[in-house]
Each structure stands twice: as C-alpha cells, then as structure tokens.
C-alpha cells in the first residue's frame, strides 16, 4: 500500500510502498477514506520534541486523524466488526491501566500516539491499525463523511477536552484563544457552542475573518505589537480579562501573553507544542499567577470514552468541522502541505481524501 514515510527530519516524506498492516487479536485494519493534516505533524516531520523524549524516528508514517471503514479485526475484539465506519484518536489508550479505567485514556500508562511511535504507524497511507479496538475504535454517526469527521480529528477533540475537562468554561465566560490554526480555529467554535465569548487572535487576518465566522466575537490582530498591547486589548475586550485563555500555539510569546490576558482566578489552558526555540520551556510570570490565583493547565487529545459528548455536538448541528476545511488533497500532496506549515501558508484545516 502507498503511505507517507518520514525518512529524514525536514526533508520531504517519502511516498513509497509499504507494507498492509495485520490486525493485532485485540485490533482492528482501518482502510482510510480521510485523514487530516495537522500541525502536529509538522512537528514530528521537523523533528521537534527530543526535550520529552518525545521525537518522531526515521520510518515512520505519520498522519493521526484518520476516519474510514474496517476491513479486519483480531480474534479477541467483540464490539466492532468488518465494514464499521470509524474515527481513530490520536491518543491510543490501552482500556485497562488505572487512567483509562478513571476515564482518563488520553494519558494512559501504556498508551501510543498514532503516528508518532513505531508501534503505532500513522494514517498518511490507504490503511492503518487500531490497537485495542474495542477502546479506540470510534463508531462514527450516520450522515457524517469520513472527511468531516477527519476535520474533526484531533483538532476539535482537543479543543473540546481542553475547553471542558481542562478549563471547566461555562456559558458566558470570556475564552481568548491565542494563535488560529486548526485547532485554535476549532477552539473559537466550540467555545461559541457552548454558550462563552469569544475573542480570537492571530497574525493574520484571513485567520481572524475565519474566526469570526466561527463565532468569535471579538478578534485582535498581533502583527507588529507588543504582548502588553495584545493583551491589553483582550482586557478591554472582555472588560477585565478572559475567565479561560487558551494557548493554541506553543511559542513563548503566545503562552506569556494567553497568561496575562486572564481576569483574577482565570484559567490558562496550555494546548499548543513548543519548537526547537523554546524546547518545552517557556518563562512564567508566576508570581502574578499567585497573587490572581491564576490556573495553569495542559490539555493532550481527549479520552475516547468522551467521544460521545463532542459527538453529539456534532450531531445536533452546534459544530460543523466542514465549515473548516479549506483543501482537500492528495497522499502525494502531503510533503508540500506539511513545508506549507513552516511560513504559517495554510488557513483553516486540510484533509487528505484520494490515496
């Protein structure tokens, strides 16, 4: 089968012949049918992560926002079956250790991240496999398209976790969100499905115009200005600062100014990954988070036993991940899409549909 092959960091994936994977007995083969491209791919294909021991090796087949159709499954799996149509997280979850039991899959003891580790290749090919299906195996609901449920992907999931597990937001809080790309721009939708206000920022305007569209109700453009004018105009949006801020970037400037956007008692949600220039360290003004008893909390994926919650979102026409997808592509496009990433060339989300 045809697949995206990272052979060297920053060098373009290799479209080669691999290998069709074999159901493990407690997993199942999912044929492709939409996978997205996200920024956490850039981020594995640059190499990033070595300061968690957390950096993608050679071989490895990227892509975790997968959605299609079982074509096998292992003996011991007894709650999907040939021909379901599901969505795979990104945050494999084993269904046994003590966090997935407390239903908190999306950091399981013996968890794997599709696409980011050996044993688990990634969903840039026409097929890949779900470790303990039975777990992770995503039934996906009628009249949704493999496509718009790979819109979905990590994206919203994350978002959705981050916003409600993570920043506990409530209908009419003040949610800033700091950088609108996929998943910020999937940060600003679902914090307007859910009742809060929203004030979106980001460098770019065709971003900020996505934003609005999605819900924000305020947007404040970066480009050229201080993190104290950034922030400022947060605080005067929100008449005092944001109840949840949301750092949908990683870099420093993003996460210092998400922090200093917060009213008295307000809750940081670190959701962006850093890059090699911050190397998972970025500097904090604690003392302030002190004395406002500010919050400070990181969100990674979401629990598969919470799909159902963002699902039904879905469902009820609250969300619409279609209404971010801006290309569809091809598996031999994928190497430009990801260098496309560098210069922050792409806009809202794109999905490869054509293996």
């Given at each position: 089968?045809r697949?995206?092959v990272l052979r060297?960091?920053g060098e373009?994936?290799?479209i080669?012949?691999v290998?069709r994977?074999d159901?493990?007995?407690?997993?199942?083969?999912?044929?492709v049918?939409a996978?997205g491209?996200?920024r956490?791919d850039?981020?594995?294909w640059q190499?990033?992560?070595?300061?968690?021991?957390?950096?993608v090796?050679d071989?490895?087949?990227l892509?975790?926002?997968?959605?299609?159709?079982?074509?096998?499954?292992g003996?011991?799996?007894?709650?999907?079956?040939e021909?379901d149509r599901v969505?795979?997280?990104?945050?494999l979850?084993?269904?046994s250790?003590?966090q997935?039991?407390s239903?908190?899959?999306n950091?399981?003891?013996?968890?794997?991240?599709l696409g980011f580790?050996q044993?688990a290749?990634?969903?840039f090919a026409e097929?890949v496999?779900?470790?303990?299906?039975?777990?992770n195996?995503?039934?996906l609901?009628d009249?949704?398209s493999a496509?718009?449920m790979?819109?979905?992907g990590c994206?919203?999931?994350?978002?959705?976790h981050?916003?409600?597990?993570?920043g506990?937001?409530g209908?009419?809080?003040?949610?800033a969100?700091h950088?609108?790309g996929?998943?910020?721009?999937?940060t600003?939708h679902?914090?307007?499905?859910?009742?809060?206000r929203?004030?979106?920022?980001?460098?770019?305007?065709a971003?900020?115009?996505l934003?609005?569209?999605l819900?924000?109700?305020?947007?404040?453009?970066?480009?050229?200005?201080?993190?104290?004018e950034?922030?400022?105009?947060?605080?005067?949006e929100?008449?005092?600062?944001?109840?949840v801020?949301?750092d949908?970037?990683?870099?420093a400037?993003?996460?210092?100014?998400?922090v200093?956007?917060?009213?008295?008692r307000g809750t940081?949600?670190?959701?962006?990954?850093?890059t090699?220039?911050?190397?998972?360290?970025v500097s904090?003004?604690?003392?302030?988070m002190a004395m406002?008893?500010?919050?400070?909390?990181?969100?990674r994926?979401?629990?598969?036993t919470?799909?159902?919650e963002l699902?039904?979102?879905?469902?009820?026409g609250?969300?619409?991940p279609?209404?971010l997808v801006?290309?569809?592509?091809?598996?031999s496009?994928?190497?430009e899409?990801l260098?496309?990433?560098?210069?922050y060339e792409?806009?809202g989300?794109?999905?490869v549909?054509?293996?």
């Open positions: 089968m697949a995206a060297e960091h373009p994936l290799e080669t012949d290998e994977p159901p493990a007995p407690h997993g199942a083969v999912v044929e049918e996978c491209v996200c956490s850039w981020h594995a190499g990033h992560g070595e300061w968690v021991g957390d950096r090796s071989g490895q087949i892509g975790h926002e997968p959605a299609g159709r079982v074509v096998a499954v003996d011991q799996v007894e709650t999907v079956s021909g969505a795979v997280p990104f945050n979850g084993d269904g250790c003590p997935c039991l239903g908190h899959g950091v399981c003891e013996d968890g794997l991240a580790q044993e290749q990634g969903a097929q496999h779900a470790p303990h299906a039975d777990y195996a995503m039934p609901p009249g949704v496509r718009d790979a819109a979905l994206r919203f999931m994350t978002a959705f981050a916003l409600t597990a993570r506990d937001v209908a009419g809080d003040w949610v969100v950088g609108c996929g998943v910020g721009l999937s600003v679902i914090a307007d499905a859910l009742g809060a929203v004030v979106a920022v980001d460098i770019r305007d971003a900020l115009d934003a609005s569209d819900g924000a109700d305020a947007v404040v453009n970066a480009d050229g200005k201080s993190g104290q950034v922030t400022g105009a947060i605080r005067g929100t008449d005092g600062g944001a109840h801020s949301v949908a970037l990683g870099v400037e993003t996460c210092r100014n998400s200093f956007s917060l009213c008295r940081h949600v670190q959701v962006g990954l850093t090699d220039e911050e190397r998972g360290e904090l003004p604690v003392e302030r406002m008893e500010a919050d400070f909390h990181g969100a994926g979401m629990p598969p919470r799909y159902d699902l039904r979102l879905l469902e009820s609250s969300i619409e279609a209404r801006r290309r569809e592509v091809s598996l496009d994928v190497p899409r260098a496309a990433m560098t210069d792409t806009t989300v794109e999905v549909t054509e293996f």
